[in-house]
């Protein structure tokens, strides 16, 4: 199964990301199947071949949750953000 995940680059403190179409069970640093652009969390910019990704979600590819998010904010999905870090609400012990 096909996963649009983030491919960590640049140097120590530094982190930038790529944003690449990968098996989903695969290594993160390993060979990617597509490119679809890039993240910089330290400037927030975000840039995103939409065309690509919307191809590649046709052909099955799930993006995960971050890439999901990073997809609604730049416009390429027209879907509400997934809550990352929610914490599961415990069942209170009788």
Do not use: C
């Amino acid at each position: 199964m096909l996963a649009i995940k983030l491919k960590r680059v640049g140097k120590k403190g530094q982190a930038t990301f790529r944003v690449v179409v990968n098996e989903k069970r695969s290594k993160v640093q390993g060979k990617f199947n597509d490119d679809l652009g890039w993240y910089n969390p330290h400037t927030n910019e975000v840039k995103l071949d939409a065309v690509k990704a919307a191809d590649w979600m046709k052909k099955g590819a799930q993006p995960t949750e971050t890439v999901h998010n990073l997809l609604v904010r730049t416009g390429a999905i027209k879907e509400h953000k997934v809550a990352l870090h929610v914490k599961p609400v415990k069942a209170k012990k009788k």
